[in-house]
Structures are given as structure tokens and as C-alpha cells.
T-cell receptor
Framework: DAGVIQSPRHEVTEMGQEVTLRCKPI?????LFWYRQTMMRGLELLIY????????DSGMPEDRFSAKMPNASFSTLKIQPSEPRDSAVYFC???????????????FGPGTRLTVL | AQSVSQHNHHVILSEAASLELGCNYS??????LFWYVQYPGQHLQLLLK??????LVKGIKGFEAEFIKSKFSFNLRKPSVQWSDTAEYFC?????????????FGKGTKLSVKP
């Protein structure tokens, strides 16, 4: 299995530009999570999907951030317009949730290191 | 709200020393507990997890963790560390009960092992 795939691995952009981060979850997984990691705030959950439906987006910092999951094998996280304070490593993770009162192990992608100048 | 505390920000050890990293959580219900490791420049990898059963959990690379419910703790241990264990370690908690749980991560503990 290829694991969770993220692209690009590194992104450098200027303030005000649109940034799109991409994620391909592990085949067969039905849940997908977007996290942001910074030195100051650690690892924060931004949003997660179950069966392609957004379940909890309370961690999305503001309207400049949006995420979509058009199908089971692809998700995007978009920042428009980007700001220097968005600089961070963005991780995507996926898992298989069996439903009901169960939990699931999340498998992380390599991350996208975003720098906004 | 749930929270996870990792009290040590940075731990420095010599090779062969024993390791214990603390993790405490605040949540009154049933939880599932995880330790993830992030090697320099890499993504998070699962070290071990506790869902139920024996509170002493063994993971990869000689790591183990003990769930002590009365103390709301899930400390990570290794009897003898190696230089290759240099990494950042994250404790995470998922609430369990009725719906899919989210992972709440601690701030992480950076471990530096001197050769």
C-alpha cells in the first residue's frame, strides 16, 4: 500500500495568492482528516470527512480556508488568500471507521510544508 | 473539553538510558489512547495504541505504555534508548462512545539521544 499521499511536499507562495493542498487517502479508508502543525500551537485538527462528507470543520481558522472531498480518493485544502501566518506543515491522515461506538487508527501522510512570504 | 498534557517539552538522554514520557488527559468517559512518533523531517507514525484489555501495551521498536485510568495517564516507556530514537513524540486521545472519535494531540515531547 502506498500510504497517504500528499502534494506538493513544499510550497512557497506570496501573501495573497491562492494555495491548494492535495491528499489521496489510503484505498479503502472512509475517513480523512486535515491537520496543521506549527511550533506555537502544535498539531491542530482543521476538518475531517467521513464517507466524503464534512463532519466537523470547527478547527478551520477562518473563511479563507476551505476543504473538499469530491470522491473517496481525493481531497483538497484551499487557502485563499494566503497570509504569512498560514505558514505551517499541513498533514492529511486517513482511517477506516467501522461505525458506531468505535475508534480508528489514523495514518498520516508526509505533509506539505507551506511558506507564505 | 478534552485536553492532553505532555509535561516535558524536551528530554535529553544518553544512549542506553531509560525513558519515560508523561501523558495525562482530561476526559471522564471511555477513551482510546495513542502514541505517535515523528522522526526529523518525517510524518507521524503510530508507535502503539490502547483500545481495551491489558493496560500495558507493547508497541514497535521496544516501546511500551501503561494506561492508568485512575490517574488519567498513558506514559510511554523504553528501557534503553538508542540514538535512532531521537524524534518528537505525541500522545493522543480519542473519545469513545456513540460516534467517531477525533484525535486530540498533546503538544509533543522532543527527545534527543546523545550517542
Amino acid at each position: 500500500d502506498a500510504g497517504v499521499i500528499q502534494s506538493p511536499r513544499h510550497e512557497v507562495t506570496e501573501m495573497g495568492q491562492e494555495v491548494t493542498l492535495r491528499c489521496k487517502p489510503i484505498s479503502g479508508h472512509n475517513s480523512l482528516f486535515w491537520y496543521r502543525q506549527t511550533m506555537m500551537r502544535g498539531l491542530e485538527l482543521l476538518i475531517y470527512f467521513n464517507n466524503n462528507v464534512p463532519i466537523d470543520d470547527s478547527g478551520m481558522p477562518e473563511d479563507r480556508f476551505s476543504a473538499k472531498m469530491p470522491n473517496a480518493s481525493f481531497s483538497t485544502l484551499k487557502i485563499q488568500p494566503s497570509e504569512p501566518r498560514d505558514s505551517a506543515v499541513y498533514f492529511c491522515a486517513s482511517s477506516f471507521w467501522a461505525g458506531g461506538a468505535s475508534t480508528d487508527t489514523q495514518y498520516f501522510g508526509p505533509g506539505t510544508r507551506l511558506t507564505v512570504l | 473539553a478534552q485536553s492532553v498534557s505532555q509535561h516535558n517539552h524536551h528530554v535529553i538522554l544518553s544512549e542506553a538510558a531509560s525513558l519515560e514520557l508523561g501523558c495525562n488527559y482530561s476526559y471522564g468517559g471511555t477513551v482510546n489512547l495513542f502514541w505517535y512518533v515523528q522522526y526529523p523531517g518525517q510524518h507521524l507514525q503510530l508507535l502503539l495504541k490502547y483500545f481495551s484489555g491489558d493496560p500495558l501495551v507493547k508497541g514497535i521498536k521496544g516501546f511500551e505504555a501503561e494506561f492508568i485510568k485512575s490517574k488519567f495517564s498513558f506514559n510511554l516507556r523504553k528501557p534503553s534508548v538508542q540514538w535512532s530514537d531521537t524524534a518528537e513524540y505525541f500522545c493522543a486521545v480519542s473519545n469513545y462512545g456513540g460516534s467517531q472519535g477525533n484525535l486530540i494531540f498533546g503538544k509533543g515531547t522532543k527527545l534527543s539521544v546523545k550517542p
